[in-house]
Nanobody, 119 residues
Framework: QVHLVESGGGLVQAGGSLRLSCAAS????????MGWFRQAPGKEREFVAA????????YYADSVKGRFTISRDNAKNTVSLQMNSLKPEDTAVYYC????????????WGQGTQVTVSS
């Protein structure tokens, strides 16, 4: 039902910035919650940020509050993650995900984009 494609990952020095994008297709998204997750090798996948498609409500993990900003462009079916003041511990594969707003679990996932922060 939903196809998600991430882009924008890359290599950046500590203190730098990157902007990730997630293009969504295959469904109407007015009733969806969109999220960003990340996973480093050998570690569990962790929540980063989320936003409701048709509402301004946003949520952030404590580890990224004040540094990352999630946003959406309803007309383009795109969700972005602006990452500032990056730290080496932010290094991970970042995934875009989607869920109907009334569900706790995310049902649709992108393939991921690598973010590497050098020290």
């Amino acid at each position: 039902q939903v196809h998600l494609v991430e882009s924008g990952g890359g290599l950046v020095q500590a203190g730098g910035s990157l902007r990730l994008s997630c293009a969504a297709s295959g469904q109407t998204f007015t009733s969806y919650r969109m999220g960003w997750f990340r996973q480093a090798p050998g570690k569990e996948r962790e929540f980063v940020a989320a936003i409701y498609w048709s509402a301004p409500s946003t949520y952030y993990a404590d580890s990224v509050k004040g540094r990352f900003t999630i946003s959406r462009d309803n007309a383009k079916n795109t969700v972005s993650l602006q990452m500032n003041s990056l730290k080496p511990e932010d290094t991970a594969v970042y995934y875009c995900a989607a869920a109907l707003h009334y569900r706790l679990e995310y049902d649709y996932w992108g393939q991921g984009t690598q973010v590497t922060v050098s020290s």
